[in-house]
């Protein structure tokens, strides 16, 4: 599927309207600050209750039985009332054994033995129970799009973690499945949490009617300290190391730009309503020893009258943390920091805005995503966040290649590229493509698009 397929009603990428708002509420930014006052429920803003509404029990089956996995299915059985996991899928036995027994402990939830898939089709299998409603999707992000897709052919609902993909066919595939999921009436919801605080969104309304005036440029930040790995086991055979530490593996996870700071790209991607036409990057490898990603990169966004946004990321102990986000527009700035410290400023530092974190405390995002998964799903208001994640996805990749190879990368470019990571056939064995500790030289090596 080519650019031009998705570029109908662009300029309502990161718009935000997730129950069902029509496209037609929203105009330019420029028109939102002159034509009228927008009010939260206009631009889409969730209720932010704390749990989800009674209704008709709702039966999920989580595909990816890692930390992260075993961590959502007990979010969603939390979310409320009548919610079951009744299937888990995953390519190895014992992460999906250990998360039964998790799910069992910590949410006095039962998986029956005969819904427990392993294998590369285990999501196949979980999808062919028609008696599942929601499909939690949770496996190294590479396998996001085909499971997405086949989710939606499936008329699940869908949770799935951030990323979409880790390279442009797969976000294709994203945006694909995403067009198809509305027809269809399905909610999708994802892992880009931020779009599921309180705060954050509080501060878009304000963004939207005009308190910092047109939005200009951005800054997104995620530094923090080394991230997990696994050693190579001697028994283990090239795909099952990669997929054990597929954190660390550029085909599998797409490095840390894509797996973490598109968090903060797609807060500043929601509140700047603009997709960057190029990027230049830069970045390296400090102290990672495994693997194949970088540890650190760097990346000017260019976008349209002279628009900007830098984004960094880095994974190095012994630095500075910063896990921020400031939209900067023509009369003041939104600060986001991540620990309950957003607020909005003009350019002498003097407040315009601050969100009420004593009046009204949040539940943690985690939690309250799921929340709005089974809302969405039983007051039949639709939530379709996967065109969001799939955009931001792109734009976090976009760096990604631009620091790869040195070269400038326009939007065009990485819309209609062919380029596609890791093997085509899933099965335990060799992978010859696969060379540990051999990562991208700029200049050198530059990635086919």
Request: with cysteine.
């Amino acid at each position: 599927m080519k650019r031009r397929d998705f570029l109908t009603n662009t300029a309502l990428i990161g718009a935000g309207i997730p129950l069902g708002i029509a496209p037609a509420a929203l105009g330019s930014c420029s028109e939102q600050q002159t034509a009228k006052v927008f009010s939260p429920e206009e631009l889409g803003m969730f209720s932010f209750s704390p749990s989800a509404p009674d209704g008709k029990p709702l039966k999920a089956a989580l595909i990816g039985c890692g930390g992260r996995g075993t961590g959502a299915a007990l979010q969603f059985l939390a979310a409320g009332p009548n919610l079951s996991v009744i299937a888990l899928g995953d390519v190895f036995p014992d992460r999906l054994e250990g998360c039964r027994k998790s799910l069992k402990k910590h949410g006095n939830n039962e998986v029956p033995e005969a819904n427990c898939f392993t294998g590369f089709d285990a999501f196949e299998k979980a999808l062919a129970m028609d008696e599942i409603d929601v499909v939690l999707l949770c496996t190294p992000q590479h396998f996001r799009p085909e499971h997405f897709k086949a989710a939606v052919q499936a008329g699940k609902h869908v949770f799935m973690e951030k990323p979409g993909a880790v390279d442009p066919v797969g976000a294709r595939t994203l945006l694909g499945a995403a067009k198809i999921a509305k027809t269809k009436g399905l909610t999708v919801v994802t892992g880009t949490n931020s779009r599921h605080r309180r705060d954050t969104w509080e501060a878009f309304v304000q963004v939207k009617n005009g308190i910092i005036g047109e939005p200009v440029s951005a800054t997104a930040h995620g530094h923090q300290g080394a991230m997990w790995f696994r050693n190579r086991l001697p028994e283990w055979s090239d795909m099952e190391y990669c997929i054990r530490n597929w954190f660390n593996i550029n085909w599998l996870s797409g490095g840390l730009f894509t797996d973490q700071t598109v968090h903060f790209i797609d807060v500043a991607t929601w509140f700047m309503g603009q997709r960057p036409v190029k990027a230049v990057g830069t970045g390296g490898r400090a102290r990672r020893t495994i693997g194949d990603t970088y540890d650190f990169l760097s990346v000017d966004y260019h976008y349209a009258n002279g628009k900007r946004m830098f984004a960094t990321g880095r994974q190095i102990n012994g630095c500075d943390n910063n896990f921020s986000v400031q939209i900067l527009g023509s009369k003041g700035i939104v600060h986001f920091l991540w620990d309950n410290k957003l607020q909005i400023t003009d350019y002498n530092g003097n407040a315009l805005w601050s969100y009420d974190y004593e009046a009204k405390p949040m539940k943690n995002s985690y939690e309250q995503e799921h929340v709005h998964l089974v809302e969405s799903i039983r007051l039949n208001k639709q939530i379709n966040q996967a065109e969001d994640l799939a955009y931001s996805t792109l734009i976090t990749i976009m760096g990604r290649v631009a620091a790869y190879t040195g070269k400038v990368i326009t939007w065009d470019e990485i819309m209609d590229s062919g380029l596609r990571y890791g093997p085509t056939e899933y099965k335990l064995g060799d992978l010859p493509e696969y060379q540990e500790g051999v990562i991208p030289v700029p200049g050198e090596n530059p990635v086919a698009l």
